[in-house]
């Protein structure tokens, strides 16, 4: 059961994160440079790992850990070479979905500041 008051439900919930990662991926899906680092012909999956994980994060389900264990985010990240060209990639991509869901300047501050943070701590590679 999600945490009553979290910031996952002071945020929309469940469809709030559904929404961002659905706006997320859309961009991903035809960018060059962050394509590769998703295997799977069908993106549907990777959308459901984040969608979870963030739900997980922000107070909600724990279904991302009864599924998948520990979330081990540079460990599943490791195999593929993350960059500064992939990282400030990714978060174009987020800033854009971010943008989509229109939250208070707050809420909005408060996930961007923390995607600003795992998108620099998955960097693995200097180029």
């Given at each position: 059961?999600?945490?009553?008051?979290?910031?996952?439900?002071?945020v929309g919930?469940?469809p709030?994160?559904?929404?961002?990662?659905?706006e997320?991926?859309?961009?991903?899906?035809?960018?060059?440079?962050?394509?590769?680092?998703?295997?799977?012909?069908?993106?549907?999956?990777?959308?459901?790992?984040?969608?979870?994980?963030?739900?997980?994060?922000?107070?909600?389900?724990?279904?991302?850990?009864?599924?998948r264990?520990h979330?081990?985010?540079?460990?599943?990240?490791?195999?593929?070479?993350?960059?500064?060209?992939?990282?400030?990639?990714?978060?174009g991509?987020?800033?854009?979905?971010?943008?989509?869901?229109?939250?208070?300047?707050?809420?909005?501050?408060?996930?961007?500041?923390?995607?600003?943070?795992?998108?620099?701590?998955?960097?693995?590679?200097?180029d």
């Amino acid at each position: 059961m999600p945490d009553a008051g979290s910031f996952y439900d002071l945020v929309g919930g469940e469809p709030t994160f559904r929404k961002l990662v659905n706006e997320f991926y859309a961009g991903v899906a035809t960018d060059p440079l962050l394509r590769p680092i998703y295997p799977e012909e069908d993106l549907g999956p990777a959308t459901e790992r984040l969608t979870l994980f963030l739900i997980q994060y922000w107070g909600g389900p724990h279904t991302y850990s009864e599924q998948r264990g520990h979330p081990r985010l540079r460990m599943r990240h490791a195999p593929f070479k993350v960059g500064p060209a992939e990282r400030d990639a990714w978060l174009g991509h987020m800033r854009r979905a971010l943008d989509t869901l229109r939250l208070p300047a707050e809420q909005d501050a408060r996930l961007w500041e923390y995607f600003t943070h795992a998108a620099q701590f998955m960097v693995n590679s200097p180029d």
